[in-house]
Every structure is written in structure tokens, then in C-alpha cells.
């Protein structure tokens, strides 16, 4: 299955990409698909809020779907 996944701001930076789609195996979660990029015990994807197909979560044991979009968001600062 296909995921498109957009990273924001210091995920952006850490990956060096604005967006990428990947084959995902069926029943793959959201913390699994990290962990598979290597992403998941960096300092910044560990504080990753995300929305998945317009709806925020903070669940990393959110299972993905074909055609998901996930938006991967850092902690922002600021005011």
C-alpha cells in the first residue's frame, strides 16, 4: 500500500525532504513506519504530533491505510 507523508518545519530539516510516498506493508502503523525509516527514536520524531487524513493524533499505534496522507509535525514555539 501507498502512503504520502509531509514532514513540517524540524522533521522537514531532519529528513531533508518537504514530503516523500512510501510502500507500506498492509497493518502498518504509524510509530512501525518510523521505526522502518529510522526515524523513531530521533530526539525530534519522538515529539511528533500527526495528522492523518485531516484528523489530528498523537497515537502512534494509528494504523495506516492505502492512499493515507500523513503530515508529521514538531512541537512548534512561538507567538
Known amino acids: 500500500m501507498r502512503v504520502h507523508i509531509r514532514y513540517f518545519a524540524a522533521a522537514k530539516a531532519e529528513t531533508g525532504k518537504a514530503e516523500e510516498h512510501l510502500e ?3 497493518a502498518t502503523t504509524i ?3 518510523l521505526d522502518e525509516l529510522g526515524r523513531g527514536p530521533s530526539a525530534v520524531f519522538a515529539r511528533c504530533s500527526f495528522i492523518l487524513n485531516e484528523v489530528a493524533t ?3 499505534s494509528t494504523l495506516l491505510a492505502d492512499g493515507d ?3 508529521v509535525l514538531p512541537p512548534f514555539a512561538g507567538g
Open 24 to 26: 507500506v506493508a498492509p
Open 31 to 33: 510509530g512501525e513506519l
Open 69 to 71: 496522507r500523513l503530515d
Open 58 to 60: 498523537t497515537d502512534r
